[in-house]
């Protein structure tokens, strides 16, 4: 029974996601605002969870457009954190277009649009022949982010989960694999990166959700406290790959992929202090990327839970 309801549910995503691939892009990116919203109404515990981890950052001080709006404008936080969700959402829906239209082959100008910036950066640390661990958010369309990386910059293995539906799994994988990019696996993933960094090879790890207690620390992200994962490090730290912060964000019509010079790693002696030293470093650059693009990372995620 489980099999027909994943199979139903496969067979509606390909349903709705078609006529938003055959759009012409501007049309299919007004398209995306609309299903976006949409989706801000219909789905209020998210739209809700958004909000809320919102109007905390602007309390902790750490969404500038907040808080001199709420200066100049005596506002609530409330009503600022409603518009910036909405905004959100919107961009969500932006992204599955444009991803869309990527899988039906159809989003070729899409990626040819994107403006590399500190393509540099990345080639200094390859040339050093470590392998290198790029650090990212879900910020922007970070699906998107990964195969312009892998079509314009370099092929690069991404580690992810698995879905639960065999038939989205199926889906992901395959755009996921667009342009040369390969998966590696949460379960047991561990190997199969240090294989991939011993040969001079690149590894995107996403770097912003709460993780488990045993897999992270608890260090502050935007103003509160928030578990969060010390892979990066302990990777880095094991194998002397370069860690290389990447993110993508709109401009326009169009974007931008930004690649960072390589973070220098903590020299501290106590290899914990270290480790908690390099996820703050590291952390840090996705909370710079969230102030300057608020509207751009995934607010639905309960990012400070278990704290």
Same mark, same amino acid.
């Given at each position: 029974m ?9 067979a509606?995503?390909?349903?709705l996601?078609f006529p938003?691939?055959?759009? #012409? ?6 398209a995306?605002?609309i299903l ?9 515990s998210?739209?809700? $969870?958004?909000?809320?981890? $919102? ?9 500038? /457009?907040?808080?001199?709006?709420a ?8 009503p $600022?954190?409603?518009?910036l ?18 899988y039906?082959?159809?989003g ?5 649009r994107?403006e590399?910036?500190?393509a540099?950066n990345y080639q200094?640390?390859?040339a050093?022949?470590?392998? /290198?661990i790029?650090? @990212? ?9 990964? /195969?312009?990386f ?12 698995r879905?639960?539906?065999p038939?989205?799994?199926a889906?992901v ?15 047991g993933?561990?190997k199969?990166?240090?294989?991939v ?5 690149t590894?995107?790890i996403?770097?912003?959700?709460a ?12 103003g ?13 730290r094991? @194998?002397?790959?370069?860690v290389v912060?990447?993110f993508?964000h ?8 930004t690649?960072? #010079? ?7 002696e106590d290899?914990?202090?270290? $480790? ?32």
């Amino acid at each position: 029974m489980k099999r027909v309801s994943w199979f139903l549910e496969a067979a509606l995503l390909a349903a709705l996601s078609f006529p938003f691939a055959a759009l #012409p892009y501007k049309t299919a990116l007004k398209a995306g605002d609309i299903l976006g919203l949409s989706v801000f109404y219909l789905w209020g515990s998210r739209r809700r $969870i958004a909000i809320d981890n $919102i109007e905390k950052a602007i309390g902790n001080g750490q969404l500038a /457009i907040g808080i001199e709006e709420a200066k100049s404008q005596k506002h609530a936080l409330s009503p $600022i954190a409603y518009r910036l969700a909405k905004e959100t959402f919107k961009n969500m829906g932006r992204s599955f277009v444009e991803v869309m239209k990527i899988y039906y082959g159809l989003g070729k100008g899409i990626i040819d649009r994107v403006e590399i910036r500190g393509a540099e950066n990345y080639q200094k640390a390859k040339a050093k022949n470590r392998g /290198i661990i790029v650090i @990212t958010g879900h910020c922007g369309n970070w699906e998107m982010a990964a /195969i312009v990386f892998g079509f314009k910059v370099d092929a690069i293995y991404g580690v992810a989960r698995r879905q639960n539906n065999p038939y989205f799994h199926a889906f992901v994988g395959r755009l996921r694999a667009t342009y040369g990019n390969k998966i590696i696996y949460k379960e047991g993933a561990l190997k199969s990166i240090l294989s991939v960094l011993k040969k001079n090879q690149t590894v995107g790890i996403l770097m912003d959700q709460a993780v488990l207690k045993n897999e992270g620390y608890i260090i502050d992200f935007l103003g509160s406290p928030a578990w969060t994962t010390r892979m990066p490090s302990l990777i880095a730290r094991r @194998t002397g790959a370069a860690v290389v912060p990447a993110f993508l964000h709109r401009e326009g019509n169009g974007h931008v992929f930004t690649i960072y #010079p390589e973070v220098e790693l903590s020299n501290n002696e106590d290899d914990e202090t270290a $480790i908690i030293e390099d996820t703050k470093r590291f952390s840090g650059f996705v909370e710079n990327y969230i102030k300057q693009h608020p509207t751009e990372w995934l607010w639905i995620h309960r990012r400070w839970k278990r704290t």
